[in-house]
Nanobody
Framework: VQLQASGGGLVQAGGSLSVSCAAS????????IGWFRQTPVKEREFVAF????????YYADSVKGRFTISRDNAKNTVYLQMNSLKPEDTAVYYC??????????????????WGQGTQVTVSS
């Protein structure tokens, strides 16, 4: 599975941005998809994941109520809608895929396939 993250950019605090993760090479309908983010001074941290069916979603406390993860398996794409953005949300955002029966979906090391990342910058 190849993952391509896109949609990042520069936005003012309080604004919104949507990033996408488009998959190719194989259907992602059997994969859990996670979003992680990383800055030069912090380790990669969990943001959100969505189950293979889309019925299960989980968010980091830092983004709960502001971010929404969704997926369209027919389009082989997962989305992360980010609202009420804060400067501390500034990071490179990565999407990743893992099998449904393998490992903790909150842990980056459990994911097998990774996209290249897209930069999100929130100005104050």
């Amino acid at each position: 599975v190849q993952l391509q993250a896109s949609g990042g950019g520069l936005v003012q605090a309080g604004g919104s941005l949507s990033v996408s993760c488009a998959a190719s090479g194989r259907s992602i309908h059997t994969y859990v998809i996670g979003w992680f983010r990383q800055t030069p001074v912090k380790e990669r941290e969990f943001v959100a994941f969505i189950s293979a069916s889309g019925g299960g979603k989980y968010y980091a406390d830092s983004v709960k109520g502001r971010f929404t993860i969704s997926r369209d398996n027919a389009k082989n794409t997962v989305y992360l809608q980010m609202n009420s953005l804060k400067p501390e949300d500034t990071a490179v955002y990565y999407c990743a895929a893992k099998g449904v029966y393998t490992g903790d979906p909150l842990t980056a090391s459990q994911y097998v396939y990774w996209g290249q990342g897209t930069q999100v910058t929130v100005s104050s």
